[in-house]
C-alpha cells in the first residue's frame, strides 16, 4: 500500500513540476531537468536527481520553498538544505536514511516520502554528496 502512495504521490509532484514550468524548456535550458548538460559541472549526477525528486517540496535552491512547500500542513515545511547550522548535525548514513526510509523513519515529518525502490543507492548516495554542496557543509557532530 506504501507503495501505490508514494507512486501516486510522485506522480502528483512530477505533474505539478510540469504544471510550475509552464511550457517544455529546450536541451540544456534552465528547468529541463532531463537533459545531460543540464548536469555538467558542479553537482553532477546528484544534483540531476535531486532536481527530478526534491525541487518540487525544497525547491531549486533547496531553501524549502518548492511549488509543493504551500501545499504543507501549518507548522510543516520542507527541510532548508542550505542551512549549514542544520545540516551539519547530520552525519551522510542519517541524509541517506532519510532519504531511503523517508520522513517517519528518522522521527521527521511523514511528508518525506522514502524514496526506497524508486531510487538506487548509488543514485541517494549522489543526492547525499549534493546535499552537502547545497549547505556548504559536513558532518561536525551533534
Known amino acids: 500500500m506504501r507503495t501505490i502512495v508514494t507512486g501516486i504521490f510522485l506522480f502528483v509532484v512530477f505533474f505539478t513540476v510540469v504544471q510550475v514550468s509552464g511550457r517544455t524548456a529546450q536541451a540544456g535550458e ?49 527541510r532548508n538544505h542550505t542551512d549549514s547550522k542544520y545540516m551539519s548535525t547530520r552525519a551522510d548514513k542519517d541524509l541517506f536514511k532519510v532519504v531511503d526510509e523517508g520522513g517517519e523513519a528518522v522521527g521527521r515529518s511523514g511528508g518525506m516520502p522514502a524514496f526506497r525502490g524508486l531510487l538506487s543507492d548509488k543514485e541517494i548516495k549522489d543526492v547525499v554528496a549534493y546535499l552537502r554542496e547545497l549547505c556548504k557543509c559536513n558532518y561536525m557532530g551533534k
Open 30 to 78: 534552465k528547468g529541463d531537468y532531463t537533459s545531460p548538460e543540464m548536469w555538467k559541472g558542479a553537482g553532477g549526477a546528484g544534483k540531476g536527481v535531486y532536481m527530478m525528486n526534491c525541487v518540487p517540496c525544497h525547491g531549486e535552491s533547496g531553501q524549502g520553498d518548492g511549488p509543493l512547500a504551500y501545499d504543507f500542513p501549518e507548522g510543516q515545511k520542507p
